[in-house]
């Protein structure tokens, strides 16, 4: 069983900022990719950022600059600094694992979603 828990969410003005956070526990060997995807109604969920076991970092051209993703391995955590937010960053944010299992097998797991709301 893997859980992932975030926490962070939240009503802010524009130009505001927030930090989410996602910790990952349960039957976990090793954890590959960390991401943060958003979704609003009727659209695809669309991928944020993303940040792999040894940090390299991903993230979409409409949030580079603005927000920062960062992992601490140690705790199975991974972070998203989200600055200058603005009434188009408004989404439900889900964190996403990709990751091995303590029987070493492969697994793809997402969080309950955590609402961000930026106001104009």
């Known amino acids: 069983q893997v859980q992932l828990v975030e926490s962070g969410g939240g009503l802010v003005q524009a130009g505001g900022s927030l930090r989410l956070s996602c910790a990952a526990s349960g039957s976990i060997f090793s954890i590959n990719v960390m991401s943060w995807y958003r979704q609003t109604p009727g659209k695809q969920r669309e991928l944020v950022a993303s940040i792999t076991s040894r940090d390299i970092t991903n993230y979409a051209d409409s949030v580079k600059g603005r927000f920062t993703i960062s992992r601490d391995n140690a705790k199975n955590t991974v972070f998203l600094q989200m600055n200058s937010l603005k009434p188009e960053d408004t989404a439900v944010y889900y964190c996403?694992?990709?990751?091995?299992?303590?029987?070493?097998?492969?697994?793809?797991?997402w969080g309950q979603g955590s609402q961000v709301t930026v106001s104009s």
């Open positions: 996403y694992a990709v990751l091995l299992t303590d029987s070493q097998r492969p697994g793809n797991f």
